[in-house]
Nanobody, 126 residues
Framework: QVRLVESGGGLVQAGGSRRLSCAAS????????MGWFRQAPGKEREFVAA????????YYADSVKGRFTISRENAKNTLYLQMNSLKPEDTAVYYC???????????????????WGQGTQLTVSS
């Protein structure tokens, strides 16, 4: 089992930037496919970004493409989500999620990932 701990959330003004981190333990990050999801109040959880095991291919939701970047630093066992040009609609609790080795299903589906962090709140003020 993988333990995931997110950090980096907080309050930021619209147009600003923020970097979220997700520290993994229990397995080497290099052996994991990873995803970021978010859930806004009163809404369902939605896919944000994913990075594939071995190839490091990245995938993004249309709503964040060109503004967010997912990356990993295997030496630190840490996943990142760099968020630029933030909008109030990006306000949500952000979760990282992990799957050992490759995606067995759709990278954008929460059911693909067995392991989840506790989430970090990001609030974007207008």
């Amino acid at each position: 089992q993988v333990r995931l701990v997110e950090s980096g959330g907080g309050l930021v003004q619209a147009g600003g930037s923020r970097r979220l981190s997700c520290a993994a333990s229990g397995r080497a990050l290099s052996s994991l496919s990873m995803g970021w999801f978010r859930q806004a109040p009163g809404k369902e959880r939605e896919f944000v970004a994913a990075i594939r095991w071995r190839s490091d291919n990245t995938y993004y939701a249309d709503s964040v493409k060109g503004r967010f970047t997912i990356s990993r630093e295997n030496a630190k066992n840490t996943l990142y989500l760099q968020m630029n040009s933030l909008k109030p609609e990006d306000t949500a609790v952000y979760y990282c999620a992990a799957r050992f080795l490759d995606f067995s299903g759709a990278y954008y589906s929460g059911s693909t990932y067995p392991d989840w962090g506790q989430g970090t709140q990001l609030t974007v003020s207008s």
